[in-house]
C-alpha cells in the first residue's frame, strides 16, 4: 500500500532551480504531476487522500467549481468544528483555573503513589502521540506540500486553503495537552485519568469522523479535478500565467522547504510540550 504522504520522498522545491520558461514549467510539470496519458500519479495521490478529515473537504470542495457544499449541516459544522476543538478546551482550562485554590492544590496533582503517577505518564504519553498521529495525518500534508510545489513551479495561485485544517489541529493540540495537565493535577484517582485522556482524545479526531462515504466521493472527484488542474496548467496558458512563470522566484524556490521546516517546527513543539508536561507530572512534587 502506497504511503499516506505521497510527496514524501520527492526532493523540495528549495533543493532544485525554479523553472522561468513555459517549457522548463512544462517538462517539472510532467516530472511531479505526470500527463494525461500517465495516470499512475493520478491513481496514488487519490489513493493517498482517500482518508481525509473534514477540513480536507471543506477545501476540496472550494477548489472544485463544479461542485460545493450542499447540506446545511455541512455548514454547520464548518462553525462547530473549531469551536469543539479550540473553545471547549479553552473554556475546561477557564473553569479548572477559576476554581484553582493555591492553598489546598499547587501545580502537582496531590496522589504522590508510583502507581497513580505511572498510570499518569503512561496516559499522557499516550494522548501525546495520539495527538502527533493527528496534528501529521497524510492526506492533509500531501495536499499542502503539493499546492505548495504547484506554486513553486508555476508561480500561480497561492493556495493556503489545506492550511487552515493544520493550523487548527496544531493549536487544538497544544490547548489539550494544557487541559490534560490540568485535568490530571485536579484527579486523585487514576480511572479519572484514564477517562479524561480518552474524552480530550476525542475532540482532535472529531474532523476525522465527521467525514460520510458520500463526501469522501465527492471529495475524491474534487481531488482528481484539482491535480489535473496543476498538471495540465500550462498546457494552454494566458499571458498571465506567462509572467507569472519568471516572478517571485526567491519565495518560490523556497516556499515548499519553508512550509516542510514550518511543519516540522509545529509537530516537534507540540509533542516537547507534551513529552515536559508528562515528565513534570511524573517527576513533580505533591507539595508545590
Request: proline share 4%.
Amino acid at each position: 500500500r502506497k504511503h499516506p504522504n505521497m510527496a514524501a520522498d520527492e526532493p523540495l522545491m528549495g533543493d532544485i532551480e525554479v523553472p522561468e520558461s513555459l517549457q522548463a514549467v512544462k517538462q517539472k510539470l510532467r516530472e511531479h504531476f505526470g500527463g494525461p496519458e500517465d495516470t499512475k500519479k493520478l491513481d496514488d495521490f487519490l489513493e493517498s487522500v482517500q482518508d481525509l478529515n473534514f477540513w480536507d473537504y471543506i477545501a476540496l470542495m472550494k477548489a472544485d467549481p463544479n461542485q460545493d457544499i450542499e447540506t446545511v449541516r455541512s455548514y454547520l459544522k464548518m462553525i462547530m468544528l473549531p469551536m469543539m476543538q479550540m473553545v471547549i478546551p479553552v473554556v475546561l482550562m477557564a473553569y479548572k483555573l477559576r476554581d484553582f485554590n493555591s492553598k489546598q492544590q499547587g501545580i502537582c496533582p496531590n496522589n504522590s503513589e508510583w502507581g497513580f503517577r505511572v498510570t499518569g505518564l503512561i496516559m499522557f504519553l499516550y494522548s501525546v502521540w495520539q495527538i502527533g498521529d493527528g496534528i501529521n495525518e497524510g492526506p492533509t500534508l500531501l495536499l499542502n506540500r503539493m499546492a505548495a510545489r504547484h506554486f513553486a513551479i508555476t508561480g500561480f495561485n497561492l493556495d493556503l486553503r489545506f492550511s487552515v485544517g493544520y493550523v487548527v489541529q496544531v493549536i487544538c493540540g497544544v490547548l489539550l495537552e494544557l487541559t490534560l495537565y490540568l485535568l490530571f493535577c485536579s484527579s486523585d484517582d487514576p480511572m479519572d485519568l484514564v477517562m479524561n485522556c480518552v474524552a480530550l482524545n476525542f475532540l482532535l479526531g472529531v474532523d476525522s469522523e465527521w467525514v460520510a462515504e458520500r463526501q469522501k466521493g465527492k471529495a475524491m472527484k474534487a481531488a482528481a479535478y484539482l491535480w489535473e488542474q496543476w498538471r495540465d496548467h500550462a498546457t494552454d496558458p494566458d499571458e498571465t500565467d506567462v509572467v507569472r512563470f519568471s516572478s517571485r522566484k526567491k519565495l518560490r524556490k523556497n516556499f515548499e522547504s519553508g512550509m516542510s521546516c514550518a511543519i516540522s517546527v509545529c509537530t516537534n513543539t507540540v509533542l516537547c510540550l507534551g513529552y515536559l508536561l508528562g515528565a513534570f507530572f511524573f517527576t513533580c512534587n505533591s507539595e508545590w
